[in-house]
């Protein structure tokens, strides 16, 4: 089982609708999750990072976080043709480890 | 500056040369992390470090791949004896926390091609 997985895509949703990105995790013990966008050819940039079960919301984002079943998901609200891009999942597993999902690769449809 | 900065952006080198990363974390962050991204391939973790050590060097693919960090901040990551396999993208990120907690911020990245 992977320390951190996520489904590769490419996940396809429509201009306007919600985009629903999941990624789970084996270690039970972690304690911080992030999630980072990466557009082609460019460097991950953060856009969310969540600490406690729930959800934490930043305008259109909303990261979802349920320790019990070990996944942490995020949520994009009207999605935009600009939000197409490769999300990834980062995981701090303690001991200063930090693992990254292999990412899963949004499109917004126009 | 007020992010991370790597150079060169670009470097094109024959097999066989050694060549040299740099990055500049942010200014204070304690936690500096190098990563390699093959082509259409997620992150690869290479190397951490706490301050000027390095407490996980167990990404580095071989013994040509080393890295220092000095007066806690800048950091070179170096590969001797170039292969072909270690065209890439390497990053560095660095963090304001070396427990993992907080996030890293990226670089741009530096293309390595190895003709």
């Known amino acids: 089982q992977k320390e951190v997985e996520q489904n590769s895509g490419p996940l396809s949703v429509p201009e306007g609708a919600i985009a629903s990105l999941n990624c789970t995790y084996s270690?039970?013990?972690?304690?911080?999750f992030f999630w980072y966008r990466q557009y082609s050819g460019k460097s991950p940039e953060l856009i969310m990072f969540?600490?406690?079960?729930g959800d934490k919301e930043d305008g259109r984002f909303t990261a979802q976080l349920n320790k019990a079943s070990q996944y942490v998901s995020l949520l994009i609200r009207d999605s935009q043709p600009s939000d197409s891009a490769t999300y990834l999942c980062?995981?701090?597993?303690?001991?200063?480890?930090?693992?990254f999902g292999i990412g899963t690769k949004l499109q917004v449809i126009p | 500056g007020a992010g991370v900065s790597q150079s060169p952006s670009n470097k094109v080198t024959e097999k066989g040369k050694d060549v040299e990363l740099r990055c500049d974390p942010i200014?204070?962050?304690?936690?500096l992390y190098w990563y390699r991204q093959r082509l259409g391939q997620g992150l690869e973790f290479l190397i951490y470090?706490?301050?000027?050590?390095?407490?996980?060097k167990s990404g580095l693919p071989s013994d040509r791949f080393s890295a220092e960090r000095t007066g806690e901040s800048v950091s070179t990551l170096t590969i001797q004896r170039t292969q072909q396999e270690d065209s890439a993208v390497y990053l560095c990120?660095?963090?304001?926390?070396?427990?993992?907690?907080?996030?890293?911020?990226f670089g741009d990245g530096t293309r390595l091609s190895i003709l």
């Open positions: 470090f706490q301050g000027n050590s390095a407490p996980d």
């Open positions: 200014s204070g962050h304690t936690a």
């Open positions: 990120a660095s963090s304001s926390e070396a427990g993992g907690s907080q996030p890293q911020h």
């Open positions: 969540i600490y406690s079960n």
């Open positions: 270690d039970r013990g972690s304690q911080s």
């Open positions: 980062a995981v701090n597993r303690g001991y200063q480890k930090v693992t």
